[in-house]
């Protein structure tokens, strides 16, 4: 479905993803992890249509991306939730529901999807009505996703949503993001917290300076010494 061949993408004369091969078939749930400054952000963000790409493949479904407005990328099936979550505060979690549903495709649903997340996430539906600034960081991100999956998206990118969360809202969120995927929603996670996202993933990369370094089967990646030395404090 998503296919990435020797994409580069800089800041100014300083590359910060260098010649990135990567596959994300339809229906799987792949895991890019790293530390800190090794692009994990702009990657996503490049895949999304934020980041402008100087050069390489970027297809979805056999078509390039490269080149097309950003707002095209959404007309491809692929949806961001952003680092931070860039709710509208003032608006109600209904209205910025309702905003996820814009596409064309998407926007006959809207009434249909509504209902669907409120299921997928119980705690919303209480707050339609509230403000989305006045909810804690954990629903401000169920909210988030939720608003990325009104776009009715074939692929669902995640930058860091356990990111400031507590330990017992992580573990929650990461069920929900599998049973997210078990819907047919195929999902490209960036986050930071390695062992619960090698845990519900069906395949891993490891990004470090902009390129990857390391990849396969979370159980394969979590017996290499250097993952476990790197990432897990082992």
């Known amino acids: 479905?998503?296919?990435?061949?020797?994409?580069?993408?800089?800041?100014?004369?300083?590359?910060?993803?260098?010649?990135?091969?990567?596959?994300?078939?339809?229906?799987?749930?792949?895991?890019?992890?790293?530390?800190?400054?090794?692009?994990?952000?702009?990657?996503?963000?490049?895949?999304?249509?934020?980041?402008?790409?100087?050069?390489?493949?970027?297809?979805?479904?056999?078509?390039?991306?490269l080149?097309?407005?950003?707002?095209?990328?959404?007309?491809h099936g692929i949806a961001l939730v952003p680092e931070g979550r860039r709710l509208f505060s003032g608006l109600t979690v209904r209205e910025n529901l309702e905003l996820g549903a814009y596409r064309t495709a998407a926007r006959g649903r809207r009434a249909q999807s509504l209902r669907e997340m409120c299921t997928l996430f119980p705690a919303v539906e209480a707050k339609l009505d509230s403000?989305?600034?006045?909810?804690?960081g954990g629903q401000q991100q169920m909210v988030a996703i939720a608003r990325a999956l009104m776009a009715q998206p074939k692929l669902l990118l995640l930058d860091e949503p356990s990111l400031g969360l507590a330990p017992a809202i992580v573990l929650e969120l990461f069920r929900i993001i599998r049973e997210v995927n078990a819907r047919g929603v195929a999902v490209l996670l960036v986050e930071q917290n390695v062992a619960a996202a090698l845990e519900i993933a069906h395949?891993?990369?490891?990004?470090?300076?902009?390129?990857i370094v390391a990849e396969g089967e979370p159980r394969s990646l979590l017996s290499q010494p250097h993952i476990q030395k790197a990432y897990l404090g082992h």
């Open 1 to 65: 479905m998503l296919e990435v061949r020797k994409l580069q993408v800089s800041y100014g004369a300083a590359p910060a993803i260098n010649g990135v091969d990567f596959n994300v078939e339809a229906g799987a749930l792949v895991v890019v992890v790293g530390p800190n400054g090794a692009g994990k952000t702009t990657l996503i963000n490049a895949i999304a249509g934020v980041h402008r790409a100087q050069s390489g493949e970027l297809k979805m479904d056999g078509q390039s991306l």
């Open 67 to 75: 080149g097309e407005a950003a707002h095209r990328y959404c007309d």
């Open 131 to 136: 403000p989305a600034g006045t909810l804690s």
């Open 203 to 211: 395949r891993a990369y490891v990004l470090e300076e902009g390129r």
